[in-house]
């Protein structure tokens, strides 16, 4: 079984994916160049929000290929394991994690475990999953366990990384990186080493490896800091700003140690890398190297990673030996995943605007097996046959068709044979060499997928989808010979382009698909909107009860038939302007949460208000079906309500969007019983529009005495 490393994101939320060059001397070794045959298996995330598709982590284990995807930041949770099994050709789900993504699998003492990333639960635990012989099982047993980064096995304990925090009062956390060992495989867990911790900065383990005897677990912190404490020269190099400041990397955190070490009986440090202003340490195994992705520089602001490196950051590819540490010589943009499997180490990097996968067995001669133009892969996985990469938009690619190439040259214009298409919206329906145009049934997910097959044909199969455009692979065909378009197993062109590049295929009122031939290209081709409805006024968030909030609670309220709905500020993400109204508009307003309802007292309710109104801001209600007045204090635990509508002794039935209901006691004060609709938020918004057209004059419903 292979050991198998994804790099985290240092957000803990998406990949950061370090850039780097190396400028060592190569030796005269002759690389072995291919060019990769790629299909399409499908896009298993494809009923996830855009933000949950990305496949993020592939790994192989007894025939099924497991799938990691989802954000931890944007918070896409709770996210199902799925997988694919080899054997029937399947996607399954398997099981659900109380996590906002997964990010890692890992096998401990022959068992496949997961560490949660990010519980959707409170923070008095982390979590843990474990496949058994009768399933996933959850362990919920790490104290305080923000965040769980990674899960070895070594000396008969399994040890789990993390990012904790403590009180010591109600008000003060204090994160810290924190190592946890078990030994009853996770049943319960015991601190064995903490990091240093203080007000300002963020502590956390992000990786252990079991190394030539030893356990090497790899910290990082970073502090915040204010604008006017960053020199001038950088702050050209900073992301957004996090609560007014920014999340500036502490490098050599330890000075010139680089790890911490435990050898069975006691913890130390080691300095392995000769090497200054180091940030971040992403560290793996191969042969009897312990191998290093190292991100250094100054003032380096993780935000500003996702964009990619900037100027004031480097990395660089070392290996050690447990004696010396070497710079690896591979010339390289970017490395985006690593696998290692058996004796051999795939990389899968970015080099000259294009992606390869990079194997070798001794790091000094690399294969380079290059990918077709117009993907974004993350992730790879090789069973000894057959290559797996998974992409941003969620599709998973198979390979075990590949030629030998003289340069990279004959990359140019080379596509998937086989592609997947999936989405709810024009703007992300399109995949290479082909596009969802319009819907059967608008806001719905439609899927298309295209297939070069031999004798000159196209073979495309549907579903929701209306219409749809091929822009002519011309790499993969014979243009002097006719097409051939199948759609859903029936042919339906025939001909010869004569110096068209594209084929707008169309389903008629008389159920039959429309072939005609067009001039549209994959370079040329913009989507169209969706428009379906209007807006007199424009719905912002700001003020003490924003329009945009006033309309979302009559929107769910309306589609559950129920006598209250209620939001919270924090669920809009966009304000909507002022005219025409798009699908896209309104996917962008607030994420793809169920309808969640339940039912409780006047009485009951007014308490929960009493509670909300002292929260922030971003965690304060609106509210559809009744109204009240508070007065708002200096000190926010002041704040009290002074008249409300509700009749105290009534039953009422209360809708919210799922993330409000599964963080109830956030909000509420305490949590809830409550149960699914049937409904989607982005449906429901749908449905009014189809059903009243245009918005009109709101009223506010909350009044604020200051």
């Known amino acids: 079984m292979g050991i198998r490393i994804v790099f985290y994101s240092l957000m803990l939320a998406f990949f950061i994916f370090f850039s780097a060059v190396s400028y060592c001397e190569t030796e005269d070794v002759d690389n072995n160049q291919f060019f990769l045959e790629l299909y399409s298996i499908g896009i298993p995330t494809a009923e996830k929000e855009t933000d949950a598709r990305n496949i993020r982590e592939l790994f192989m284990f007894e025939n099924r290929l497991y799938i990691g995807h989802g ?36 096998v401990l003492d022959g068992k496949l475990a997961l560490p949660g990333v990010d519980a959707t639960e409170n923070w008095d635990y982390g979590n843990i999953y474990l496949l058994d012989t009768d399933g996933w099982l959850k362990k919920r047993t790490i104290r305080n366990g923000l965040h769980v980064f990674d899960l070895v096995s070594f000396g008969g304990k399994w040890f789990a990384s993390t990012g904790c925090y403590f009180k010591l009062t109600e008000d003060d956390m204090y994160p810290f990186g924190g190592i946890f060992e078990s030994e009853d495989e996770g049943g319960s867990w015991n601190l064995a080493y903490s990091t240093p911790t203080h007000s300002g900065s963020v502590f956390r383990i992000s990786s252990l490896v079991s190394y030539k005897d030893k356990l090497y677990c790899f910290p990082y912190t970073y502090t915040g800091t204010k604008l006017e404490d960053i020199p001038e020269d950088y702050r050209q190099y900073l992301g957004k700003s996090y609560e007014g400041v920014h999340l500036i990397f502490n490098e050599d955190l330890f000075g010139g140690l680089d790890c911490i070490t435990y050898d069975g009986n006691k913890w130390g440090y080691a300095d392995i890398l000769d090497k200054s202003e180091v940030c971040y340490i992403t560290p793996f195994v191969f042969g009897d190297w312990l191998l290093m992705s190292v991100l250094s520089g100054q003032y380096v602001d993780y935000a500003g990673l996702s964009g990619g490196l900037p100027g004031n950051a480097e990395t660089g590819l070392y290996s050690y030996n447990g004696k010396i540490t070497e710079k690896i010589n591979l010339e390289y943009d970017m490395i985006k995943d690593i696998l290692i499997k058996e004796d051999a180490l795939y990389l899968l990097i970015f080099k000259d605007n294009l992606f390869s996968i990079a194997v070798t067995k001794n790091m000094i001669h690399w294969d380079y097996y290059y990918l077709p133009v117009d993907l974004i892969p993350r992730s790879i996985e090789h069973d000894g046959e057959t290559f797996f990469l998974g992409t941003d938009d969620g599709n998973i690619y198979t390979s075990n068709v590949y030629e030998i190439i003289e340069d990279t040259s004959y990359i140019t214009n080379r596509v998937p044979m086989k592609i997947t298409v999936a989405a709810n919206l024009p703007r992300n329906g399109k995949s290479c060499w082909a596009a969802i145009t319009n819907w059967e049934k608008w806001g719905k997910l439609a899927t298309l997928s295209c297939e070069i097959k031999g004798d000159n044909l196209i073979e495309a199969k549907t579903e929701n989808v209306s219409s749809f455009e091929v822009f002519i692979p011309f790499r993969e065909i014979d243009v002097e010979k006719p097409i051939k378009m199948s759609i859903n197993g029936n042919i339906a062109f025939e001909g010869k382009l004569k110096k068209k590049t594209s084929l707008n295929c169309e389903f008629t009122r008389w159920k039959k698909w429309k072939v005609k031939k067009g001039e549209e290209t994959s370079q040329t081709f913009e989507h169209s909107k969706m428009f379906i409805g209007k807006t007199d006024i424009k719905l912002g968030r700001d003020g003490d009860d924003p329009p945009l909030g006033l309309w979302m609670t009559d929107v769910i309220r309306s589609a559950a038939s129920s006598d209250i709905g209620i939001i919270i500020r924090g669920n809009l993400r966009k304000d909507l302007e002022e005219g025409e109204v798009s699908l896209g508009n309104l996917f962008d307003l607030i994420r793809r949460n169920r309808i969640c309802k339940f039912k409780v007292s006047g009485e009951k309710l007014k308490q929960m208000m009493e509670f909300n109104i002292k929260l922030s801001d971003w965690r304060k209600f609106q509210i559809s079906g009744f109204e009240m007045t508070y007065n708002a204090n200096e000190n926010p635990c002041d704040n009290s309500i002074v008249a409300c509508t509700l009749d105290l002794k009534k039953e009422y039935t209360v809708v919210v969007p799922e993330d409000i209901a599964r963080y109830a006691e956030s909000f509420f004060g305490e949590s809830l019983e409550y149960e699914y609709t049937g409904k989607l938020v982005t449906d429901a918004m749908i449905d009014w529009f189809e059903k009243y057209k245009k918005i009109r004059k709101l009223t506010p419903r909350i009044k604020i005495i200051k």
Do not use: H, V
């Open 71 to 106: 954000d931890a930041m944007i918070n896409t949770g709770p996210t199902d394991i799925i997988y694919y099994d080899l054997l029937s050709g399947d996607f399954i789900t398997e099981f659900t994690i109380d996590d906002e993504a997964i990010k890692k699998y890992c």
